[in-house]
């Protein structure tokens, strides 16, 4: 088994596999493995060149198929790319197929390409016996800032290139932090980061050529919403300290603005570019419109549970500021309740649900007052109900067989209302 995140190089490894397979090597490559058992294995059989299954149990004729290729000292190989994918009765299907054998020799060897989250199902009770069967598994881990420099420098070798390093060392550990080390996002940011440079008709890449790429990348497109919460605490935190200790109405939001220290933001976004910082602060014309009701949202959240993960973490506090500015009116799909504790699955969830959706649309929420912590995983921001429920069935497949279902932000809102009152009674 071979597991990675998307964007990670599985697909292209998978490719390569094939290619350097040495001879008397009989191939059978699932790139849909979104099949059910019936259809798999008649995928299977197709792909063995099984023209007529004259016994109805196509599982048996396989197996006399695999015979006749293993009396012609031919090795049988099944790659399935996106294994992550597959139904839960279609990996049972990869079980009993995994168990056609003779003597002493399996008839057939599977590869499973797949996700991390491939690993949460095959950790299920009920996937206990085709885990126990991997014998080999490998993760593609994450570039580093340096195999990210000797990665770049292969390329531009292979391209023509012969020069000096372009990348400068100062630019590569955040350009590594910013892809998360896959390589199909360092290729985006790298490019993007060359044309900058072109257009500014220079060979000497800087902090600024990168800054560029990747605001016209979507990968930093969230970090901006921090700002948001921590100017709406910044306003109500003042607001109450001056009230209770002067007995004043609190000052004009200008000075306010002006005076007020700024606090210290996450690092990442300290690493923005201080121009970008600049543009996007928020001034006190701006965040004192804010409505009363919005800022009320964003003080009656649950407590941050303390279990969560560093993506549901994060994603947490953004939805959080993403939320207050959301009308009651408007309509999400709430793909799925996770409890607090089962970190590890929330993190897996989300990674995948990132790659499937628009992460941007993707958006947590902790239910109040639940001793058990449930975080729920919500999709998008429809201005009616009849637009949430086509966007349910614009979902995968995998996503739509969890059973999601659409409800109004106001609900949600009502519902931590009535948490909070039956708390407080």
């Known amino acids: ?15 390569m596999l094939t290619n350097r397979l040495p001879e008397g090597t009989r191939v059978i490559h699932l790139a849909n493995p979104g ?4 259809e798999l294995l008649v995928a299977i059989a197709r792909s063995l060149d099984i023209a007529n299954q004259e016994d109805k149990n196509p599982l048996r004729c396989i197996e006399r198929r695999l015979i006749e290729l293993h009396n012609a000292s031919l090795r049988v190989i099944m790659i399935i790319d996106e294994a992550h994918t597959m139904p839960r009765d279609s990996l049972e299907q990869i079980r009993r197929l995994s168990n056609l054998e003779i003597s002493t020799q399996k008839l057939l060897q599977i590869v499973l390409f797949g996700q991390p989250e491939l690993n949460g199902v095959l950790a299920e009770r009920n996937m206990r016996s085709l885990h126990e069967r991997i014998t080999q598994h490998f993760h593609i881990a994450p570039l580093t800032a340096q195999q990210i420099r000797d990665y770049l420098g292969f390329r531009l070798h292979v391209a023509g290139y012969r020069g000096p390093d372009l990348f400068p060392e100062h630019i590569l550990p955040r350009l590594a932090r910013v892809s998360r080390g896959l390589t199909r996002r360092v290729n985006i940011l790298a490019d993007k980061v060359l044309l900058a440079a072109f257009a500014d008709n220079t060979r000497r890449l800087d902090t600024r050529h990168l800054n560029l790429a990747i605001r016209d990348s979507r990968y930093a497109a969230r970090t901006g919403v921090w700002r948001l919460p921590v100017a709406l605490l910044l306003i109500t935190g003042l607001s109450v300290t001056l009230v209770t200790q002067f007995r004043a109405p609190p000052p004009a939001p200008q000075p306010i603005a002006e005076n007020a220290e700024a606090p210290r933001l996450p690092s990442v976004l300290a690493s923005k570019a201080s121009h970008d910082e600049k543009a996007a602060e928020p ?18 959240w649950a407590p941050v549970p303390t279990a969560l993960g560093p993506l549901a973490h994060a994603r947490l506090l953004d939805s959080r500021a993403d939320m207050a500015g959301i009308p009651d009116d408007r309509w999400f ?11 590890s699955s929330l993190e897996d969830f989300l990674a995948s649900a990132d790659r499937a959706l628009d992460p941007a649309q993707l958006r947590l929420f902790v239910v109040k007052n639940d001793p058990k912590q449930m975080i729920g995983v919500i999709y998008g921001a429809y201005p009616d109900s009849r637009s949430a429920q086509n966007g349910v069935q614009q979902l995968p497949a995998w996503l739509r067989a969890a059973g999601p279902f659409i409800r109004s932000f106001k609900s949600l809102r009502l519902e931590k209302t009535k948490a909070a009152d039956a708390a407080s009674s």
């Not at 088994?1 to 490719?15: N, R, Y």
């Not at 099949?35 to 019936?38: I, M």
């Not at 004192?288 to 919005?294: F, L, T």
């Open 283 to 300: 001034t006190a014309s701006n965040t004192v419109i804010a409505a009363a009701s919005e800022l009320e949202l964003v003080q009656d």
């Open 333 to 343: 799909i709430q793909l799925r309740s996770v409890p607090a504790s089962n970190a």
């Open 35 to 38: 099949l059910n058992p019936q």
């Open 1 to 15: 088994m071979v597991s990675g995140e998307v964007g990670s190089g599985k697909t292209m490894l998978c490719h």
